[in-house]
């Protein structure tokens, strides 16, 4: 009478067989993505090396390990130079691009996926159409515009024209698709408005795709260097990707002191792509489903 039970005691202690041998099979994927990863990854590896070594050393050929660590060079980058002001500069004006981003791009994009007006299909191909074009184009028409503005050489020159990215917009637009239509319509029955059903409804279901839109704008405009370099001319109001250039000269320049800023500069964009990492994959996952 006791021998059922023991079996399904046995049964439910052991191991899922099916499930390790899935885990342990390589994929034949992994013998091409397993060089390519290491390949991307060499750059990052080279300047963590160079910030750690010294001049001298980063001078020698054939290039070798250093050493001894010189964590001074990390130091010299911090002391010598306002890296931590022009951190705050770039967390400034990429924190406040994302909030936008996140606000502006979901409103255009609800509009566009369930409000139904004159020229709605025009103007969003109008807005894909930008994706097309370099920035370089627009790139004088933007300046002329910060100008008149009066925005030249302030950090707000530099989150007015990333208030909003039409990547964004569709990204959204495409998520607000894929939503059943029938939580709106329940919602509008119950005497609740379109923001009240944005807001309570439809947002608390896009994480994936609203963390998306945030680490993609996040590194866009932490790492944007042209832009800054165009409408930026003081020290104080730089961001740290243009801070990093006055580390070069015509001459000179130590290469460990610019390598060990540069890995300064990093650390917020690993920290951030770690922390948004699942949800950034669950929207491209979803993206490829739909």
Not at 144 to 149: P, Q, Y
Not at 174 to 188: H, N, T
Not at 270 to 286: C, H, P
């Amino acid at each position: 009478m006791t021998a059922a039970p023991d079996v399904r005691r046995v049964a439910a202690s052991a191991p899922p067989v099916r499930r390790l041998s899935r885990l342990r099979a390589p994929s034949p994927w992994h013998l091409a993505l397993i060089p390519v990863s290491l390949l991307m990854a060499a750059p990052l590896v080279w300047m963590l090396l160079t910030s750690l070594s010294t001049l001298e050393e980063t001078r020698r050929f054939p290039p070798g390990l250093p050493g001894s660590l010189q964590w001074s060079n990390y130091a010299s980058a911090w002391n010598d130079s306002p890296m931590a002001h022009w951190l705050v500069n770039s967390a400034i004006v990429s924190v406040t691009c994302v909030v936008s981003n996140l606000v502006l791009c979901s409103l255009a994009g609800y509009a566009f996926a369930r409000l139904r007006f004159p020229g709605s299909q025009l103007v969003f191909l109008g807005i894909l159409a930008t994706l097309m074009v370099p920035f370089q184009v627009v790139m004088i028409p933007t300046l002329l515009i910060v100008k008149h503005l009066h925005l030249v050489d302030t950090l707000p020159a530099l989150i007015v024209p990333n208030l909003a990215t039409p990547f964004g917009i569709y990204l959204l637009r495409q998520f607000f698709l894929s939503l059943p239509v029938e939580l709106e319509e329940a919602a509008l029955m119950d005497g609740a408005s379109r923001l009240r059903i944005l807001r309570s409804i439809l947002l608390p279901l896009m994480g994936p795709p609203l963390s998306t839109v945030a680490v993609l704008t996040f590194l866009s405009v932490w790492n944007d260097f042209l832009w800054p370099l165009v409408v930026i001319n003081s020290q104080n109001n730089m961001t740290v990707q243009l801070g990093l250039a006055t580390f070069q000269s015509a001459h000179y320049t130590n290469w460990p002191v610019l390598m060990a800023a540069t890995m300064l500069s990093q650390i917020p964009v690993f920290v951030l792509f770690l922390v948004g990492q699942r949800w950034f994959v669950q929207s491209i996952a979803s993206t490829g489903i739909k």
